[in-house]
């Protein structure tokens, strides 16, 4: 399987219109993966919180035409990052959306843990409440977002409900990289799965992004890395190497914790 993780960078000045373009080529450039994956927020940038009400769409608005047009035009799955969404009711949510190859939709997933603590997205927008996985040909998608990384509950959810490879859309901040690199290799070692982890580049309201998308198997070991610009991250994985490992090192059935309570 050929995945692309395309690490925007979000940048004042440029405005949504044009980074909206310019992704979507991004995108159509990619013709040939099997997967293709944007960040967290790119639109407006996930720490520009004064533009997420003025930047907010419907689901089916503008970035999400555009992220359609451009999957079917490559022929690629396509997890094109979250937007602002804003709800019917008025609600704003940190939404994912994940594109077949002919364009049309294959899930949403409102952000379950919103960062900030009393500020910030935390208190701009509404929490998520459901898991969502993907089925591709060749693997399940658990899909998560960014602050998501820190609540490993979240990740053993998606495996039990069938999750193969996580994928973590981001705008992770440069000063906690050293953390971004750590959740996401005990994410997948811990869970006994692959890893395509996709930030942002550039800086966000001042605050400077990680970078450094990255691709983690199913033994935690990093199978390539960007560096801390703007760039497409193409990895290429056997993802029947999840169920190797799951049947050579079986810890998931050892579980004890957490478990459902058997019925009768």
């Not at 990619?30 to 689901?59: I, R």
């Not at 709800?87 to 364009?103: A, I, K, R």
């Not at 991250?233 to 993802?239: I, K, Q, S």
């Amino acid at each position: 399987m050929r995945a692309s993780l395309i690490q925007v960078a979000v940048e004042e000045g440029e405005s949504v219109e044009n980074r909206r373009r310019r992704v979507a080529d991004l995108v159509r450039d990619q013709a040939g993966a099997d997967l293709v994956v944007l960040p967290e927020l790119w639109t407006t940038g996930a720490f520009a919180y004064e533009e997420f009400g003025p930047a907010a769409e419907p689901l089916q608005g503008p970035t999400y035409e555009a992220m359609a047009k451009a999957a079917s035009d490559a022929g690629v799955w396509l997890h094109a990052g979250s937007i602002p969404e804003r709800d019917p009711d008025g609600t704003l949510y940190n939404t994912s959306l994940v594109f077949s190859p002919s364009g049309e939709q294959a899930a949403a997933y409102r952000k379950i843990h919103r960062f900030g603590f009393d500020k910030g997205e935390a208190v701009l927008m509404g929490a998520g409440e459901e898991l969502v996985t993907v089925r591709l040909p060749s693997t399940t998608l658990g899909v998560a977002t960014c602050y998501d990384l820190r609540f490993p509950e979240l990740f053993r959810g998606l495996v039990d409900a069938g999750a193969e490879t996580l994928v973590v859309s981001a705008g992770w901040p440069e000063r906690r990289r050293a953390h971004w690199t750590l959740l996401a290799r005990a994410r997948a070692v811990e869970n006994q799965a692959f890893v395509l982890a996709c930030g942002t580049a550039g800086t966000h309201a001042g605050i400077q992004q990680a970078g450094h998308s990255f691709a983690v198997d199913p033994w935690g070991e990093v199978l390539a890395e960007a560096g801390a610009g703007e760039e497409v991250l193409t990895v290429e994985f056997d993802p029947g190497k999840v169920a190797t490992t799951r049947e050579q090192f079986p810890a998931l059935k050892d579980r004890v914790l957490g478990l459902a309570p058997p019925r009768g």
